[in-house]
């Protein structure tokens, strides 16, 4: 079953003063998110992550579609108890402690009153906040916040998990920790959608990711294939001072650094190039195939339309698909 | 009563009560005893009329302001910080929310008139030396101020579901004072011809009679408050609340928090 069917939902707001026009902040959108998926919402600030999943979240109501989410309609009230939900820059009450904060949440869940308080410890444990929890949020660092954000998500026990921008405004430690937690929630079973910008922690963490920019889904791929996918091209590196005449007349594009070579050069050039290597007698330390990186796709799909269009008949035409 | 609108009216009411709101009511109890001990010192026979008057009206217009402040603060701090998107993202439906919040707010400002009260009550004990029968009147007035603050509360609540912070505070005191001069405007339409008449009729019947609620000048002196009105006015606060309320969570439940 998909956790989350997503229907062609779509946003625009109107603004202006006087003259009233619409805004578009979701152009219709369709998305399947399996069980069990870490899946990576990816797009710039202001692409639309925030209203998709506000949207989901029944925070802002769509102008036009729907969304299933756990095979109910997303206002269906029964979905609300399944599902967590960290917020961008999470902001709790002030005056309340961590451990008063999260039991008050747990309360609103429907977490049974026996065996909430101690759900809530070990919540607070699990994002390393036991020591503070009894402080006022108040004196909280922004980390902070975001840890008492991603427990309060977690503390139900939810089947999925929204998360947006679960890294903003961590250290590198706290970046580390969260991407642990979500590989935890991933092994326990759980559905994670997270929204992000950092292309290292969507590469490292999702199954499949989406890219999103100015309202438009611009295309969905599986990591695993996405950043298996050669270029054509091959990386060999090998030890000395200089590129061989014979290499760079290959076609080779090269870069010496200190005792070392990389070039990278086409696919069907790699034997030519082994072969000068081997008449030269230069040692060779790698040849890989190049890869596309996510950050590659990424750039890709966030070029204007007509460019993306000319990629994407060049990606085709590589897999032998055709134009 | 559901036990999340329990729990959102605790939360509300902890959390206004930790942001020092009834802090501010110590200094108030203490300027109003000094007042008294002033006014006992200059006033020969009528200390009680002027310390029960200024008292209650202290404690009314006081009141007012944080009803207001409160009412409108604790909404749209929830909508701007966004605490309330990791409370409907739970199973809670938004009218639960906006009566929670109501009950939360009503609390706050029952404990808030109560110390007021007591101040107020410890001024006159000061300047009379000990209490009459007729003094018990001066609880129903505190009970009539009571039912205004729910209505400016509700009123505030109201005109945060769908404004902004600053003209919802000036729509709440606007209708406030409308509402306290509502007497003088149900006279003035009685007198006022044709559609003029009707209309200003409607106007003065749709604002809240705030006067209904006022006593002060009737216990002051000393006079009994009759049990109907006491009944009437019940009645009629809890149903316009009532209605500020469900008009509230009526608008708030198709409102987009941006």
Not at chain 1, 56 to 62: E, N, T
Not at chain 1, 78 to 94: A, H, M, N, T
Not at chain 1, 223 to 228: K, P, W
């Amino acid at each position: 079953m998909a956790a989350i069917e997503i229907l062609d939902l779509e946003k625009s707001y109107l603004v202006g003063f006087w003259r009233k026009r619409p805004k578009v902040a979701l152009r219709p959108l369709r998305l399947t998110i399996e069980t069990g998926e870490v899946f990576g919402f990816l797009g710039p600030n202001g692409a639309g992550k925030t209203t998709t999943l506000k949207l989901l979240m029944g925070l802002v109501f769509p102008t036009a579609g729907t969304a299933r989410i756990l095979g109910l309609a997303m206002d269906d009230p029964r979905v609300k108890s399944q599902i967590g939900f960290l917020p961008e820059q999470p902001y709790f009450y002030d005056h309340l402690t961590a451990r008063e904060l999260l039991d008050y949440y747990g309360q609103l869940s429907g977490v049974p009153a026996k065996g909430r308080s101690a759900r809530v410890e070990q919540m607070l444990s699990r994002v390393g906040l036991s020591d503070s929890a009894g402080a006022q949020l108040r004196k909280f660092s922004k980390g902070m916040l975001q840890r008492v954000g991603l427990a309060q998500a977690i503390l139900h026990d939810p089947k999925l998990v929204f998360l947006d921008e679960p890294m903003s405004g961590l250290d590198p430690m706290g970046r580390r920790e969260v991407r642990d937690l979500i590989q935890q929630l991933r092994h326990e079973g759980k559905t994670v959608f997270f929204s992000t910008h950092i292309l290292s922690d969507a590469e490292a963490l999702c199954d499949r990711v989406g890219v999103i920019h100015q309202g438009e889904l611009r295309g969905v791929g599986a990591v695993a294939e996405l950043t298996s996918e050669t270029q054509g091209r091959v990386e060999i590196v090998f030890f000395a001072q200089r590129v061989p005449a014979a290499l760079a007349n290959l076609g080779a594009e090269a870069r010496v650094s200190g005792d070392m070579v990389n070039a990278v050069l086409p696919e069907e050039q790699q034997n030519a190039a082994l072969d000068v290597l081997r008449r030269e007698n230069i040692k060779l330390i790698s040849l890989t195939p190049v890869r596309r990186s996510l950050e590659e796709y990424y750039v890709q799909k966030l070029r204007p339309t007509e460019g993306r269009k000319e990629d994407d008949r060049k990606e085709e035409s590589r897999k032998g698909v055709g134009v | 009563m559901n036990a999340r609108i329990g729990y959102i009216a605790f939360n509300t009411f902890r959390e206004a009560v930790r942001d020092r709101v009834l802090y501010n009511l110590i200094a108030f109890a203490l300027l109003l005893s000094g007042a008294a001990i002033l006014v006992g010192e200059v006033s020969i026979d009528i200390e009680r009329l002027v310390v029960v008057n200024l008292g209650l009206t202290a404690v009314s217009l006081f009141g007012v302001v944080i009803a207001i402040f409160i009412g409108i603060g604790l909404v749209s701090k929830e909508i701007d910080r966004r605490t309330l998107y990791t409370v409907l993202s739970r199973p809670v439906r938004r009218w639960e929310f906006v009566v929670g919040k109501f009950f939360g707010l009503t609390g706050t400002l029952v404990v808030n008139t109560f110390l007021m009260a007591v101040g107020v009550l410890l001024a006159l004990l000061y300047v009379a030396h000990r209490f009459e029968k007729m003094d018990a009147w001066v609880l129903v007035a505190f009970y009539f101020i009571i039912l205004q603050f729910l209505m400016v509360c509700a009123l505030a609540l109201f005109f945060s579901s769908f404004s902004t912070p600053l003209l919802s505070a000036v729509f709440t005191f606007a209708l406030f004072v409308i509402g306290s001069l509502a007497e003088d405007l149900r006279g003035f339409a009685r007198l006022a011809p044709g559609v003029a008449g009707g209309l200003a009729k409607a106007i003065a019947y749709l604002v809240p009679n705030f006067s209904a609620l006022n006593v002060i000048n009737q216990v002051a002196h000393g006079d009994a408050v009759p049990g109907r009105l006491i009944l009437y006015n019940t009645v009629y606060a809890l149903l316009y609340s009532a209605m500020a309320i469900s008009a509230a969570a009526l608008i708030f439940q198709r409102r987009n928090l941006k």
